[in-house]
């Protein structure tokens, strides 16, 4: 899995200076946040909005603006699952639905153990092979409940 930074300011303020310290880089920024800390919380809203001379509320309308913005920490595994088109049309629908079955949590949520975070995502680049799934930075194809069970098991320990 991907190694996430603790938060602190003065990492997070030199993230802002070398993505660039302006309004227009927002959801740069965001992404740069993300990449690094796992998720975007209130002080980091906070510090935006005072570092780009915005207001907490225009940060905060961004954020929850996009779904890949998460406002808590992820699960140790992120789980990914396509939601397009081609992988639709192969059944990504019925393995959502077990995918949630099978972990006890909804989409965007985290298991009580903090192991597997759930969410959606809208295109793996790998439509050939759907239905598609991502699993920390690993992506995998023509994914069925039974893959998925063994995939999940695999990654964090837990089938149910
Ligand atoms: S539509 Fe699912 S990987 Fe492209």
């Known amino acids: 899995m991907t190694q996430r ?30 990449e690094n800390f796992g998720f975007v919380n209130d002080d980091m809203i906070r510090l935006l909005a005072s570092e780009l001379n915005l207001s907490r509320a225009e940060v905060h309308g961004v954020v929850s603006f996009y779904h890949d913005f998460r406002t808590s920490p992820p699960g140790q595994h992120v789980v990914k699952i396509c939601q397009a088109e081609a992988c639709q049309a192969m059944g990504s629908r019925a393995l959502t639905d077990h995918a949630k079955q099978s972990l006890g949590i909804d989409m965007h ?19 050939a092979c759907s239905p598609a799934v991502m699993i920390n930075d690993n992506v995998y194809g023509k994914v069925d409940a039974n893959t998925f069970d063994t995939l999940i098991s695999k990654h964090a320990g837990q089938t149910s």
């Open 5 to 34: 930074l603790p938060f602190d300011e003065k990492t997070a303020r030199d993230l802002i200076s070398l993505t660039g310290a302006e309004p227009r880089m927002l959801v740069q920024i965001l992404r740069v946040f993300v």
């Open 109 to 127: 949520a985290t298991t009580e153990d903090g192991a597997v975070t759930l969410e959606p995502v809208y295109c793996l680049g790998n439509c």
